[in-house]
């Protein structure tokens, strides 16, 4: 199905644009950070239409808000959480290319939702944006950003910050190698300055 071979694409661009107007910051916990990264506002999913020229290009907002509406149980304002983020997409494909000025109505949703992805690879290749998940779904899983960072911020002031559950500390080591002559050997003050001067160059 189109949509399990495409599913790291869809949630990398559900965590790049859920929330993006708050600041991690401003929540009291990760379970409230969490909470809210769950969820994508109608204003998030327009600023992501909008960053990849769909709505300035081929659909209007007021046909976007909808679909959104379409998508929502029993058409109410509710958060729109993962599951739903990805049948808005699945809907959104079939309206743009299958009603007018496009009218492919031959096309399966599968289909639509295909030429929905090219179109979002093309806009992000155009703006010099990395499409690799777009030509290798299965190439990598991207994690939440949010809140890495702000797990990194926090572990920088208190390395004893207890994790949420799901997340490791990862310790990376600098090596530094330092060269010197062994006491044992009978070598000359000369040499061993001489030495010591090589290994600097």
């Given amino acids: 199905m189109i949509t399990k071979k495409y599913s790291k694409l869809f949630k990398y661009l559900f965590n790049k644009y859920a929330n993006s107007g708050y600041s991690v910051q401003a929540f009291r916990d990760f ?5 809210k990264l769950q969820t994508i506002t109608i204003a998030e999913i327009m600023k992501m239409l909008r960053d990849h020229h769909v709505t300035n290009r081929i659909i209007g907002k007021s046909k976007v808000s909808e679909i959104i509406r379409q998508v929502q149980p029993n058409n109410a304002p509710l958060p729109i959480t993962y599951g739903l983020f990805v049948e808005f997409f699945i809907q ?3 309206v743009i290319y299958t009603g007018p000025p496009n009218n492919m109505s031959h096309l399966t949703p599968a289909e639509t939702l295909t030429k929905l992805i090219t179109f979002f690879e093309e806009s992000a290749r155009s703006r010099g944006q990395s499409t690799l998940l777009y030509e290798d779904p299965d190439a990598s899983s991207l994690g939440d950003k949010k ?3 702000e797990l990194n911020r926090r572990i920088k002031a208190n390395p004893n910050y207890p994790l949420p559950e799901g997340y490791t500390k990862a310790v990376e080591k600098d090596f530094e190698y330092q060269y010197s002559i062994l006491e044992y050997l ?3 003050e000369a040499k061993k300055v001489s030495t010591l001067i090589l290994d600097q160059l």
């Fill in 92 to 94: 959104l494909g079939y």
């Fill in 31 to 35: 379970e409230d950070l969490n909470k």
């Fill in 186 to 188: 009978e070598i000359s």
């Fill in 147 to 149: 809140v890495i960072d």
